[in-house]
């Protein structure tokens, strides 16, 4: 009764004000308050807490913003930043993700999880790899790998492209709910991966031909010094990626699933994660797309 309530209110009080609220900005503006919340908490601990909470006060102020202007205006700049606007705060999320776990967290769980792996599989699996290990496709997989984020949006551009509004605004709000609970995944479980706990283990560094060295560095200087492996948000995305891609066309499922399977290789081959990492990855994957379809509804195809 209390949340039938409350739900009726927020209805009352959007109609009100004129907005057009979407599950999307439920979704963003309850992940902005609740680590406000976190900062205002531990400001203290925190660098930089007042800039940071001005932010996220100016984060909501912009949703709103933004819901209202749907109401009145469907075209132009700001029609496209209503739907588009995740492509600004979800990396603004990770990086503060970089001021928070050092400052309020202190401590990691690489130790942990490569026990396990040892326990599970018998054996290191970035150091098992090593045996495979080529230039040439040590080149490729982290190209693939560094192309993660274009092939997320090239799914959305491709439904934006075509007006499949309904499609895209599923797509969008798994796409942001995968990246948000990813990074409540890094702050609970602060991880920086293999590639740092076991360096010492493998016989020799990753080479590639020409351009592995300066995608990496230009990788790593992007996370700044981040516990980004638990989970594995490549996985989660890919995988929520080629599921929207299969509604796309055949080719274009064929595409992402090949895509996908090599994404998945590579960040264990690479030793950017470990293999619970993956296995998180999926299953946030899974229920990225079940919530996005009961909070969105299910798409019907070409729509």
Partial sequence: MPQVLAERLWSAWTRAAALVWRPLDTLVV???????????????????????????AAGVGLVLLLARSEATKRSGALWFWRHWYPLV??????????????????TDYDAFLARLELAVWGVYPTVWLER??????????????????AAILAVAGWLWRKNRLEEFRLYAFAISLGF???????????????????????????????????LRRGLDWLESVHYDCF?????????????????????????????????????VYLRYHYTVDLLAGALLAVAAVVAAQQACGRPRRGS
């Avoid at 016989?203 to 300066?214: D, Y």
Wanted: charged share 10%.
């Fill in 30 to 56: 309850a992940y902005l308050l609740a680590t406000g919340l976190l900062i205002a908490w531990n400001h203290s601990r925190v660098p930089a807490s007042g800039p940071l909470l001005a932010l996220h």
């Fill in 180 to 214: 948000l609970v990813t990074y409540v995944g890094y702050f609970a479980v602060p991880v920086r991966g293999p590639r740092f706990l076991l360096a010492d283990l493998h016989a020799a560094p990753l080479e590639g031909l020409w351009l592995f060295g300066p």
């Fill in 89 to 106: 705060y979800l990396p603004a999320c990770y990086k503060e993700m970089a001021l928070l776990i050092p400052a309020i967290r202190r």
């Fill in 132 to 149: 495979f290990q080529q230039p040439w496709l040590t080149e490729l997989l982290q190209f693939l790998y560094t192309l993660f984020f």
């Fill in 231 to 267: 989970p594995s948000g490549h996985v989660a995305m890919s995988l929520i990626a080629w599921w929207t891609a299969r509604r796309l066309s055949p080719a274009w499922g064929h595409l992402y699933a090949i895509y996908t399977a090599l994404m998945v290789f590579s960040t």
